[in-house]
């Protein structure tokens, strides 16, 4: 079965979901799916904190990797929504576990999330 773009759109609901879902539930209740807000777009996840500083989410499903893209997309809604961290959670296919998924972020992000302070 081909993927069409309500297919592949329902596929990064449902990821997004699981991600948000397993973020609430090992992490803090209060994590939610953000809704879409076109140019000024904050990630996909709210609520997600580190030290008392927003962490944006970027969660991605499709089969063909594009990293860099996904990075700096990441760091874009860091940027829209003033936080500290901008990560990209990305599926591992063949794993439908949550916390089996993938985690990308620059060194930059690494060394903020794990200080507390933006080098």
């Known amino acids: 079965m081909t993927r069409n ?33 076109g140019a000024n777009d904050r990630g996909d996840v709210s609520g997600l904190r580190h030290m008392g500083a927003r962490v944006v989410v970027e969660a991605k499903n499709v089969s063909r990797l594009s990293l860099s893209a996904w990075v700096e997309e990441a760091d874009v809604e860091r940027r829209n929504d003033d936080a500290q961290v901008g990560l990209v959670v990305h599926k591992r296919h063949g794993r439908g576990d949550p916390g089996d998924q993938y985690v990308t972020l620059t060194l930059r992000d690494l060394v903020a999330l794990l200080t507390g302070g933006r080098p």
């Not at 990821?15 to 994590?31: K, T």
């Open 5 to 37: 773009r309500a297919s592949a759109k329902a596929a990064g609901t449902r990821f997004e979901s699981s991600v948000v879902g397993y973020l609430a539930e090992h992490v803090d209740d209060r994590i939610e799916r953000r809704r879409q807000s």
